[in-house]
């Protein structure tokens, strides 16, 4: 009965699931307490967010400053979307748009960073495709989200494109962003498979006391 309704839950309202979909990390959700201030729709501030960004990689994608104030913005008007109600015609698209926002702000590090980073750029993506992916799955069949804890294990996307600029600083992207591949995939495969499993297991009916009395 519970998972009935935890599935009711989950399809009754597509709107009110925007908010699993984004992947926050405590750097949004922190900023995202915030938001009551701002009465812009969620759809609004996330492409406000990105914004700066399109604006630096179009006039001088070199200037790592510019290029760093681009980043915190996009992390601070993305955060407080995460804030806002999942209501307007446009919130559907919130989550496709923070999805643009991230991949896009890591490859272009990879690519700031030298071809030899991009590679493992593409395999940081696929990992966190793979998760992006299982939350939707994982929402529209077994009802429930992945845990907090997971989202905060994963920096989210506001935790990645910062650690992402800071690793574009010290000149270490390509080998940041391999080991933040194999840990990444490593924790969210192993997460989905044992969530997957648990929830494939036959459920056995309750069994009482008196029924295993009579069975002696």
Do not use: K, N
């Amino acid at each position: 009965m519970t998972t009935t309704a935890a599935r009711s839950r989950a399809t009754s309202g597509p709107l009110s699931r925007l908010g699993d979909y984004r992947d926050d990390g405590p750097l949004a959700r922190m900023v995202g307490r915030a938001s009551g201030a701002v009465p812009i729709p969620a759809a609004a501030l996330t492409l406000l967010s990105a914004l700066p960004l399109i604006a630096v990689l179009a006039i001088d994608a070199d200037d790592l400053p510019a290029l760093g104030v681009a980043v915190a913005w996009a992390v601070i008007a993305g955060g407080l979307a995460s804030g806002r109600p999942d209501s307007g015609r446009f919130a559907w698209a919130v989550p496709t748009l923070v999805r643009l926002v991230e991949y896009g702000t890591l490859l272009v590090f990879a690519v700031l960073a030298g071809p030899q980073a991009v590679p493992f750029c593409f395999a940081l993506v696929a990992a966190l495709a793979f998760h992006h992916y299982d939350v939707v799955y994982r929402l529209r069949h077994q009802g429930v989200a992945p845990p907090v804890w997971l989202a905060r294990a994963g920096g989210g996307w506001d935790g990645r494109m910062v650690i992402g600029y800071l690793l574009l600083l010290t000149g270490a992207v390509g080998a940041g962003f391999l080991v933040a591949a194999i840990v990444l995939a490593a924790l969210y495969v192993s997460e989905s498979t044992v969530s997957w499993l648990r929830f494939s297991q036959p459920r056995r009916p309750a069994q009482y006391d008196d029924e295993e009395d009579e069975d002696d």
